[in-house]
C-alpha cells in the first residue's frame, strides 16, 4: 500500500513567488493534515481536513497561505506570494478518523515533507 | 519557550548503549505520540500514549501523567536507530490540536 507523497521533496524559489505543494494521502483517509518546521523551531499544526472540508485552519499564518483538497483526495497548499521566513519543511499527514481523539488508536501517517527555501 | 520540553537536543551515543530521550509539557493532555524521522525519510509513528507504559521491540515509552513526563527509551542501540525523535501532546488546552517539542537527534556510532 503506498504511504503518505509529498510532492516536490525541495523547492527553492525567489522571495514573492509562487510555490505550490502537493500531498496525496493514503487512500480512503478522510483525514489530511499540514504541519510545518521552520527552521530551528519546532512542528506547528497547520490545518486539518476532513474530506474536502477545512475542519481546522487555526494554524494557517497568514493570507498568503492557501490550501485546498478538491475532492478529498490529494491536497495542495499555495504560498503566494513567498516570504523568506516561510523556509522550512512542510509535512502532511493522513488517518482514516480523526487522530488523538481520545479512546482511539488511531494511527497518524506522515509523508516526507517538502524542503522550501525562500531565498 | 516551547510548550513540550524534549531534552537532551542532541545525543551520541555508542553501539549497545541505553538511551533516554525526555519530554516533559506543562498542561494536563489526553495523549502524547512518540514519533521518528530518519535522515531523508518521512515521520513515524513509533507509540501513542494516555497512560502507564508501552514496548515495541527494543523501543519502550513511558509516561507519568501527574508529574507530566513521558520517556522514550532505546535499549541495545544500533546505528539503524539514528534519527530525529520527536514528542508531540494533544490536549484541550491546545485546542485539541498536536504540539510538538523541538526534537532530539539521536547518533549511535557503531
Known amino acids: 500500500e503506498a504511504g503518505v507523497t509529498q510532492f516536490p521533496s525541495h523547492s527553492v524559489i525567489e522571495k514573492g513567488q509562487t510555490v505550490t505543494l502537493r500531498c496525496d494521502p493514503i487512500?480512503?483517509?478522510?483525514?489530511l493534515y499540514w504541519y510545518r518546521r521552520v527552521m530551528g523551531k519546532e512542528i506547528k499544526f497547520l490545518l486539518h481536513?476532513?474530506?474536502?472540508?477545512?475542519?481546522?485552519e487555526s494554524g494557517m499564518p497568514n493570507n498568503r497561505f492557501l490550501a485546498e483538497r478538491t475532492g478529498g483526495t490529494y491536497s495542495t497548499l499555495k504560498v503566494q506570494p513567498a516570504e523568506l521566513e516561510d523556509s522550512g519543511v512542510y509535512f502532511c499527514?493522513?488517518?482514516?478518523?480523526?487522530?488523538?481523539?481520545?479512546?482511539?488508536?488511531?494511527?497518524?501517517?506522515f509523508g516526507s515533507g517538502t524542503q522550501l527555501s525562500v531565498l | 519557550k516551547n510548550e513540550v520540553e524534549q531534552s537532551p537536543q542532541n545525543l551520541t551515543a555508542q553501539e549497545g548503549e541505553f538511551i533516554t530521550i525526555n519530554c516533559s509539557y506543562s498542561?494536563?493532555?489526553?495523549?502524547l505520540h512518540w514519533l521518528q524521522q530518519h535522515p531523508g525519510g518521512g515521520i513515524v509513528s513509533l507509540f501513542m500514549?494516555?497512560?502507564g507504559k508501552k514496548k515495541h521491540g527494543r523501543l519502550i515509552a513511558t509516561i507519568n501523567i501527574q508529574e507530566k513526563h513521558s520517556s522514550l527509551h532505546i535499549t541495545a542501540s544500533h546505528p539503524r536507530d539514528s534519527a530525529v525523535y520527536t514528542c508531540?501532546?494533544?490536549?484541550?488546552?491546545?485546542?485539541?490540536?498536536?504540539?510538538f517539542g523541538a526534537g532530539t537527534i539521536l547518533r549511535v556510532k557503531s
Open positions: 499527514a493522513s488517518s482514516l478518523r480523526p487522530w488523538g481523539r481520545r479512546g482511539t488508536n488511531e494511527k497518524l501517517f
Open positions: 487512500s480512503g483517509h478522510d483525514n
Open positions: 481536513f476532513v474530506k474536502e472540508s477545512k475542519q481546522d
Open positions: 498542561v494536563g493532555i489526553s495523549a
Open positions: 500514549l494516555s497512560s
Open positions: 508531540a501532546v494533544r490536549g484541550m488546552e491546545y485546542g485539541n490540536k498536536l504540539v
